[in-house]
């Protein structure tokens, strides 16, 4: 049992060493573009790293998203879509 104990705390301290998720834009340009065709790609990313910024001061999901679509001025079911892919995406 012994044996044992050392490979998989090993593994446990470099699984919660680990880092976060690398930032990956065009996944999440080919998450959102195919839907959403009359945003361009740099109103994309920009909603979607101001989601980030959100998430990362705290700010609340659902306020989030009324930011999103008051910026863009798209509805707030649009804008759900594009703060989620935004944390799945880009990092958050």
């Not at 880092?19 to 999440?28: C, E, N, T, V």
């Not at 195919?34 to 740099?42: G, H, I, K, V």
Request: charged letters at 10%; glycine letters at 8%; hydrophobic letters at 50%.
């Amino acid at each position: 049992m012994g044996a044992l104990a050392v490979p998989v705390a090993a593994s446990a301290a470099a699984i919660g060493w680990a880092g976060p998720a690398a930032a990956d834009s065009s996944s999440f340009l080919q998450s959102l573009q195919p839907r959403y065709t009359f945003l361009s790609e740099a109103q994309l990313l920009s909603a979607g790293n101001q989601a980030c910024s959100g998430a990362r001061s705290g700010i609340p999901a659902s306020d989030n998203v009324i930011r999103v679509s008051k910026n863009l001025g798209i509805s707030t079911s649009a804008a759900w879509e594009i703060v989620i892919a935004s944390i799945n995406h880009l990092g958050c």
